[in-house]
């Protein structure tokens, strides 16, 4: 390997070093595998884009085409032209989308955060962005100890974002992978003096000093990096100690982000699920084992995600009147919760609708109007905290609901609202679905029975989403989770004009007997809310084989009974379910609600879809190595051809002493190598002319100096004295000469000419002609291989049948 080539796969090895102190950043740790690919496709590029005459300050800018393309093709792939393979305008837009919804994103949640795909696509383009820096610096301009700067500034962030947990992990890594850089940069600059010396380290004089001295140095200058700060006072900040004050990485205090947006919190949940208790309740009544805990509705959609618009803030003490119910004199469902340590930021999750709530810190908390979503004012408020809260208990039936009159004019234009780029798929899916039904309310059912049919699955594998690219790739592939369920019902609802939105909470909890429920990370959820005038926002379940679905679900339904407790797969699908084992340990009450499946998961099976083994990423690369290896093909067939002409060869005369005598064949190669360096330049060959005479044509053409123009006229001799002489000895260092000659070629030529002599040869077409003489010969050889088999095959039949003749024809004559 090549120096250049060591510090090439060096300054990848200590980006991506640096770069896993990013992964504490979210709670999935996969996205790192996206960022080593796209320091690899950096690498690799800067290594091509090196070896052309290019000016080098336009490798850098290669590398970042190919990383923009690598991330068009990664996170707006499912947008991309032409089969899903080539990005287009489409994909820039919606890689736009995604990357404003992460930096929303950085403002909102705290240390780890959930993978969403803005927050991943932010730190894969940082990543690759470092890596651009350091691969230029380091290779391109050969500064590796500037490349130190990016590097420190990658493990900065990091570190200060994730906290002091294993920092000196990170800091061992990072400095260990730039360490390796310097020791690779000093071998480049060492190899560059002349012959490497690899005697005894002993010597004063020795290169083996030197570079032993030199580890012995940076090892040591190491480890003292980590372990003095033991033996040190402790400082609150620094690189090595993270901050334990406010604002800190954790979000420990008033200046941290929480993790506000429960959408985000349930597509982490099911990346990593997990049974531990996030809460306690205990609930009276018969619907307490069918109550879902609401934390709030999502009421915009703009295209990449369902959205929480803030319209109006309210005390928590004074809650709105939940829009569109009419009747206030409704019974009420009352309810202790206890939040455990596990649940650290959240908004409330409470029945819906409440009427009233009770908690110690009323400051603490505050209320949307426009969605009853009860918000903290503080990171971690919820966090161990007991409340009260006293619902409505609200029971539609369906016959109600399908007489419900209009909604009003600002609820419909608010809730209906769709992004202009929502595939036309939605719509025309959600026409032909509803295609019988009359009222909102039996599309609303139409909708929900076909989503929970047996053509689509329950698949928590899928890549989460809830962006108008997810919805078409749930309704094309038809597998998927609840946000999926969820968030396309709601936006179909929306092309019918029905007011709708997605809300966010969890199922029932786990009954543990005396009206005693635990709540577990296995229970997060999303469902759409559509609107009915006279009852309000009205929960939907088209989740399949998940939830618990309201009794008005079944147009059948007899009015004012408590909702069914069967799972939505039962009550619309016809498939049949697999009856638990006898020893099974589940609950009942879960076994009806399909939740024992489950509980079987563990977070080691949990799964977050990557774009790097995607389909679309693999053609798109497959197609551009091709595609590359094609354009570059006659470069390095002719790189291969001048190596294997001008090298070095020959054989000494008898004895061993004197010059090195060439063969005929290394004379003639180094004259087809000349004549074919003036073809790449734009001087074509003339075989009508001799040697000298196409030499001369040459270096007028050319108008080479006069030290170019005696090498092409030696080279020429040589060729003649070969082609023409009876015996022929040359020892000229021809070698050289050509070397010469091309350099004096190359110096007259324009930069344009010298960039298509080295990707476009024109003496390339000679492949061309080898390949079609190679085809002739192979046809012609098996041609001769068929007749002879042929022959072999025949000619005795052959020559029997002309004996017979014979033999006939001789007796015809006998009798005659």
């Keep these: 390997m090549t120096t250049r080539a060591k510090l090439t796969v060096y300054s990848a090895l200590a980006t991506a070093l640096a770069a896993l102190c990013l992964t504490p950043l979210l709670t999935t740790k996969s996205w790192i595998i996206n960022a080593f690919v796209v320091i690899a496709a950096v690498a690799a590029s800067g290594a091509g884009l090196r070896r052309t005459p290019f000016y080098r300050w336009t490798v850098p800018l290669g590398q970042l085409l190919v990383l923009f393309v690598l991330l068009l093709v990664g996170f707006a792939g499912s947008t991309a032209v032409w089969g899903g393979v080539v990005p287009g305008p489409r994909s820039v837009h919606t890689l736009g989308q995604v990357l404003g919804t992460g930096l929303d994103d950085i403002q909102e949640y705290a240390i780890p955060a959930p993978p969403n795909p803005g927050l991943r696509l932010i730190l894969v383009a940082s990543v690759g962005l470092i890596a651009v820096v350091v691969d230029t610096v380091a290779v391109t301009y050969r500064r590796s100890a500037l490349a130190g700067l990016p590097l420190l500034a990658l493990y900065s962030v990091g570190n200060g974002l994730a906290g002091s947990g294993g920092s000196w992990i990170w800091f061992a890594l990072a400095a260990g992978g730039y360490l390796v850089l310097l020791f690779a940069e000093g071998q480049d600059r060492v190899s560059r003096w002349g012959r490497v010396f690899r005697g005894s380290s002993r010597g004063t004089g020795g290169t083996g000093a030197l570079s032993q001295g030199g580890q012995r140095v940076g090892v040591l200058a190491l480890a003292l990096a980590l372990l003095l700060p033991v033996f040190l006072p402790r400082w609150d900040a620094g690189l090595i100690h993270g901050t334990s004050g406010p604002g800190s990485g954790k979000g420990s205090g008033s200046g941290g982000a929480a993790s506000l947006d429960p959408l985000v919190t349930l597509e982490a949940a099911f990346n990593s699920p997990s049974d531990e208790v996030l809460l306690n309740y205990r609930m009276d009544g018969d619907q307490a084992q ?108 369906a016959t109600e609901l399908r007489t419900a009159p209009a909604a009003p004019a600002q609820i419909v234009e608010h809730y209906t609202e769709l992004p202009r780029e929502l595939p036309p798929v939605v719509a025309e899916k959600a026409l032909a679905v509803t295609a019988k039904a009359r009222t909102p309310y039996d599309k609303a059912l139409a909708l929900q029975s076909w989503f929970t049919g047996p053509e689509f699955t329950y698949d928590t594998k899928i890549q989460p989403g809830t962006g108008s690219s997810a919805i078409e790739t749930f309704l094309r592939d038809r597998r998927g989770f609840c946000v999926h369920f969820a968030s396309t019902m709601a936006a179909m609802a929306r092309t019918l004009k029905i007011p709708a939105r997605v809300a966010v909470g969890f199922t029932p909890g786990d009954a543990k007997g005396g009206n005693q429920f635990s709540v577990t990370g296995q229970k997060y959820h999303a469902w759409p809310e559509l609107y009915f005038e006279g009852f309000g926002w009205t929960r939907f379940e088209p989740t399949k084989s998940r939830g618990v679905q309201p009794s008005y679900a079944d147009p059948v339904s007899a009015p004012a009974t408590a909702p069914t407790q069967q799972p939505t797969a039962a009550a619309q699908s016809t498939a049949p379910v697999a009856a638990p084992s006898v020893g099974s340990d589940c609950d009942p009450r879960l076994r009806r609600l399909g939740e024992c499946e489950d509980r079987k998961k563990t977070a080691a099976g949990a799964h977050e879809e990557s774009w790097l083994l995607s389909w679309q990423v693999l053609g798109t690369l497959a197609g551009v190595l091709v595609l590359i290896a094609l354009l570059l093909t006659p470069m390095f067939w002719r790189t291969m051809l001048r190596r294997r002409r001008i090298g070095p060869g020959g054989r000494r005369r008898p004895g061993g002493s004197g010059p090195a005598e060439l063969t005929d064949e290394q004379v003639l190669a180094a004259w087809d190598e000349l004549v074919d360096s003036a073809w790449d330049l734009g001087i074509p060959p003339d075989e009508s002319r001799t040697p000298r005479s196409a030499a001369r044509r040459i270096s007028e053409t050319a108008e080479l100096d006069e030290a170019s123009a005696a090498a092409a006229g030696r080279v020429a001799l040589a060729a003649e004295r070969v082609l023409y002489a009876r015996d022929a000895r040359i020892a000229a260092p021809l070698a050289a000469d050509v070397r010469t000659a091309r350099d004096g070629l190359w110096a007259g030529a324009g930069r344009t000419g010298r960039t298509r002599a080295v990707l476009l040869p024109p003496s390339s077409a000679q492949l061309s002609w080898r390949i079609s003489d190679a085809v002739l010969a192979a046809r012609l050889a098996v041609r001769g291989r068929v007749s002879r088999v042929t022959g072999a095959v025949t000619g005795p039949v052959r020559r029997a049948w002309g004996g017979l003749r014979r033999r006939k024809g001789g007796g015809e004559s006998g009798e005659s």
């Design 290 to 397: 069918s109550t879902y805990l609401r934390t709030g509705s999502l009421d915009t959609f703009d295209g990449a995600s369902w959205k929480l618009v803030s319209t109006g803030l309210g005390d928590l003490k004074n809650l709105p009147r939940p829009a569109g119910l009419t009747d206030a004199d409704l019974p009420t469902i009352d309810g202790d919760f206890e939040v455990t340590d596990r649940l650290e930021s959240a908004w409330l999750p409470v029945p819906y609708p409440a009427r009233s709530i009770t908690v110690p810190n009323p400051d603490s908390w505050q209320v949307d109007a426009l969605t009853d979503t009860v918000q903290p004012t503080k990171d971690k408020a919820i966090k161990g905290l007991k409340y009260q809260v006293s619902a409505l208990d609200v029971r539609p039936t």
